[in-house]
Each structure stands twice: as structure tokens, then as C-alpha cells.
């Protein structure tokens, strides 16, 4: 602990995965013995820059860089770049834990990593964005490439901001290296389908896995948090699926729309106009209400998809779900529910689908991306979503067989952090201690 002074989000996520691991090491003792444990929490590298860019009224702001290599035994560095302004080092070294054995668990050739900033892109001009972006990667440039690193997006940062990163690390480099940062757009390289995918494949996990109960999200009424990418198509697929979308959010408040969520009102709002998600119940008036502050929680619902951040679903939040009957939750977002919150839903017999499993199909699909890349090839939104689809099936049922196999089923954190642990560790303890 004392290593990690502060970093209070990267030992929850630490102390979540080792938990699970005291069945592992009973079976393979051969890891305690290589403090291979050890040697999977303490990242290969971490980066921490000065990013200094001139705003639109000729001021210097300085803002802080990050990115954490945190593990490349299966593949290059692989994991999002978030701006927001809580970014701090604890968070982008929780994120590329987890993103470590997340990555395992696509069966794909990819590592670990993660990166981002505490800069704040709300209320920013287009030309605030383009120079932040351009002076984050006049440093990050020294440190990725197609066969060491490569970012995408995450909180803060989509499409646009991947255009302007990738523009920059080309006139930088000289080099046209799509393979370098994936969620890129259609015309310089990004896969179809990328996009949609962390969205899309939540919703494929937790179908599977109410499927596992004889259940489907035919008629379910749910709760997505969040209205960014993730939630977006999130709630895509659950409309697509059958479900009822009553509920979205922002950091400022939610809406309920008893009629279902007008899923085009919202991308209107958020992917085009970038505005608040009150502008919902503004714009669309009768059967709609606006929250500001509250816990979309309190909202009555058959499934949950929490998609906006870590921590937003706490023990107080999971009592009230279980209470109004929830049935499955699944987590769009990277540690979105409290310990306390994961417990109650497990004592409770609900079905929860941890995030590094659930939201898994966003980095999936940038590995198809990458696949793209180095075959100068670009494949249909049908191929690729198919790709997604199975891959997202497949991580489910190594969850559940792996849950099943270490003594606990339906038990999908065990089985997710059990599955991706032995993964990166066979490949580690192959390649001897380095
Ligand atoms: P976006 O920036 O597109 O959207 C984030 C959404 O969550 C926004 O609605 C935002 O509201 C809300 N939000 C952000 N921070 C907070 C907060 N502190 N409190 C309450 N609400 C907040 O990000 P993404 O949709 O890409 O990411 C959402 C989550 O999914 C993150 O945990 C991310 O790590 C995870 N994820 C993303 C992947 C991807 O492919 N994009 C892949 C796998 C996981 P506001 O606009 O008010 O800030």
C-alpha cells in the first residue's frame, strides 16, 4: 500500500481481483512461487508529462499527461485515453489494470495500458480541443507506435479528439502509421462499427447472460447512466433487443421518459450539438422529467446499465435496485459499482456483469481495427459488428465456465478475474522474470 500512497482507486481495483485469486494459487502454487501476483500489479512504465497549450484568450494553461504501460506479455499496450479533470495517476493505473486482464479475457493479441489528462473539455471551443490535443501528443508520440502502444478513446475523448491526436503524431513523426491509435474515422483508417461496440457489446453480455435464466431484455425496463459513447449504444442494442429505455443521466442530472427514451433526441443532443442531457426534457416537454443532482438509481427498473464512471453505484444505490426488483446489471463502465454495491447484488442472486468483461467489446473492436490497419483493409459494419457479437459471447461463457470450474457459479467477477489472471500469467511465467 505504502508504493501507492493515495491511489485509492487503484487498490480497490487490486484488492477486487486478488480476492479472487486465492483459488488460483491453490491450484497453480507454481505463481506464488514466481511472485507473479507481484510482478502483474506494478506496471512495466508510467509516463507523467507537462502538457502547456494557449487557450482562445491567449493565456497558457498547463494541464498533466499520463500514460501507464502497465503490461505487454500478451501484446502491445493497449487502453483509452481519458480528459477529465478527476484524472490523476491512481486513476489511469486502476484503468490499465483492469484494462490488463480485460484484454486477456478478448483473446486477442493485446496488452495493457492506459493515459489521459486533467484537462477539462467542457466549455472548451474546437480550437481549444485541437491544440490540447496537439500539444498531449507532441509528448505521447515518443512512446506509442503500432507495435508498442496504442491509445483510443475513453471519458472526454471520441472521435474528433483521436483525429487531431492522429493528425499530429503524423506531421510529428512523418510517418502514415494507421495501426498507432484506433477509434479513428472511416476516412483515415477507423473500423466500422467501432464506435457502437463497448455500447453494443454490454448489451450482447448481459442478453447472454439473462439468457442463462431463461430471460431476455424483451420488454425489460432499463436504466443506462451516462449519455456519452458507451451509453449511447448501450441503450442502441437494448432498443434493438426489445428493452425499455426509461432513464439516462449526465454529471449534472437524469431524465425519465415513461414513453422510452428518444434514443435520436439524444444523439442529437449529445453526439451533435454537444449540449446537457436537461435539454431532453426541455426540448421534449409532456411525460418527460429532468433530475438535476439525485441518483438515477431511485429509478424503478428490471436491468441496469451503469456507462458513465467509477464509483457512481454505491451500496445505498444497489439496496434501492434490489428493492425495486432488478434482475441483472451490467457494467458499461469501468468500475462503476462500489464493493459494497457488487455485494449486495451477489447476496441478492442478481446477475452482475463486471466491466471488465461486459465492456470489452470497445477494445475488441479496436483490435479489429488494428487488424484493418495492418492488412490495409476495411470490412463491412456487418463483418465487424459479427466479429463483436461472437467475441462478446465468448467472453461470457469463458466467465461462466471459468466461475464454474473454480468452484463458483455464476459468480462472473470470480470467473472474469480469474480467466484473465491465468492468461497474462502463463504468458508471463513463459517469458521468465522480466
Ligand atoms: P463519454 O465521455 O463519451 O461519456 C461519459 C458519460 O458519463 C457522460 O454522460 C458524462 O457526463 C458521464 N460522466 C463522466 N464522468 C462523470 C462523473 N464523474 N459523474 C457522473 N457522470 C459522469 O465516455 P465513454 O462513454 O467513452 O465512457 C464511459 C465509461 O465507459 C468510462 O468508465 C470508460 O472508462 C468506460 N469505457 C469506455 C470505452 C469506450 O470505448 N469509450 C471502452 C470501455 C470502457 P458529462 O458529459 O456531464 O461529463
Known amino acids: ?6 491511489e485509492k482507486e487503484f487498490h480497490q481495483a487490486v484488492h477486487e481481483v486478488l480476492e479472487s485469486l486465492g483459488r488460483v494459487v491453490s491450484k497453480h502454487p507454481e505463481y506464488a512461487d514466481e511472485a507473479l501476483i507481484e510482478r ?22 498547463i494541464n498533466r499527461g499520463f500514460r501507464v504501460q502497465f503490461n505487454s506479455a500478451l501484446g502491445p499496450y ?6 477529465h479533470p478527476s484524472v490523476n495517476v491512481g486513476i489511469i493505473k486502476f484503468l490499465g489494470f483492469e484494462q490488463t486482464f480485460k484484454n486477456a479475457l478478448t483473446g486477442l493479441p493485446i496488452g495493457g495500458g492506459k493515459g489521459g489528462s486533467d484537462f477539462n473539455p467542457r466549455g472548451r471551443s474546437d480550437r481549444e480541443i485541437m491544440r490540447f490535443c496537439q500539444s498531449f501528443m507532441t509528448e505521447l508520440h515518443r512512446h506509442i507506435g503500432e507495435y508498442i502502444d496504442v491509445p483510443a478513446g475513453d471519458i472526454g475523448v471520441g472521435g474528433r479528439e483521436i483525429g487531431y491526436m492522429f ?43 439473462l439468457e442463462t435464466r431463461g430471460n431476455s431484455f424483451e420488454g425489460k425496463r432499463c436504466v443506462v447512466s ?18 425499455i429505455v426509461v432513464a439516462c443521466s449526465d454529471s449534472d442530472g437524469y431524465i425519465v421518459d415513461e414513453n422510452g427514451i428518444d434514443l435520436d433526441l439524444v444523439k442529437e443532443i449529445k453526439e451533435v450539438r454537444r449540449e446537457r442531457i436537461s435539454e431532453y426534457a426541455r426540448l421534449k416537454g409532456a411525460g418527460t422529467h429532468y433530475i438535476k443532482g ?3 438509481w431511485d429509478v424503478a427498473c428490471d436491468v441496469a446499465m451503469p456507462s458513465a464512471t467509477q464509483n457512481e453505484l454505491t451500496g445505498s444505490d444497489a439496496t434501492t435496485l434490489v428493492k425495486n426488483g432488478v434482475i441483472a446489471v451490467g457494467e458499461g463502465a469501468n468500475m462503476p459499482c462500489t464493493p459494497e454495491a457488487v455485494r449486495i447484488f451477489r447476496d441478492a442472486g442478481v446477475l452482475f456483469a463486471p466491466g471488465k468483461a461486459a465492456n470489452a467489446g ?13 492488412s490495409r483493409d476495411s470490412w463491412s459494419f456487418e463483418k465487424t459488428e459479427q466479429r463483436l457479437a461472437v467475441i462478446m459471447h465468448n467472453i461470457h461463457d469463458t466467465c461462466a465456465e471459468t466461475a464454474e470450474e473454480y ?3 455464476g459468480d462472473y467477477v470470480l470467473g472474469a478475474n480469474v480467466a484473465g489472471f491465468v492468461r497474462v500469467a502463463e504468458a508471463m511465467r513463459a517469458m521468465g522474470v522480466i
Open 226 to 243: 451516462g449519455s456519452g459513447n458507451v451509453a449511447i449504444y448501450a441503450m442502441e442494442k437494448i432498443l434493438s433487443f426489445g428493452g
Open 362 to 374: 470497445g477494445v475488441a473492436t479496436s483490435a479489429l481495427e488494428m487488424q484493418q490497419n495492418a
Open 1 to 6: 500500500l505504502h508504493r501507492n500512497a493515495g
Open 40 to 61: 502483474i500489479c506494478e506496471p512495466e512504465r508510467q509516463i507523467i508529462f507537462r502538457v502547456p497549450w494557449i487557450d482562445d484568450r491567449g493565456d497558457v494553461q
Open 167 to 209: 493528425g499530429m503524431y503524423k506531421r510529428l513523426t512523418n510517418r502514415y502509421e494507421a495501426g498507432v491509435l484506433t477509434g479513428k474515422g472511416l476516412s483515415f483508417g477507423g473500423s466500422r462499427a467501432r464506435k457502437e461496440a463497448t455500447g453494443f457489446g454490454s448489451s450482447y453480455f448481459v442478453q447472454r447472460m
Open 407 to 409: 468452484g463458483a457459479p
Open 294 to 296: 439525485g441518483s438515477i
Open 78 to 83: 493497449k487502453g483509452g485515453i481519458r480528459f
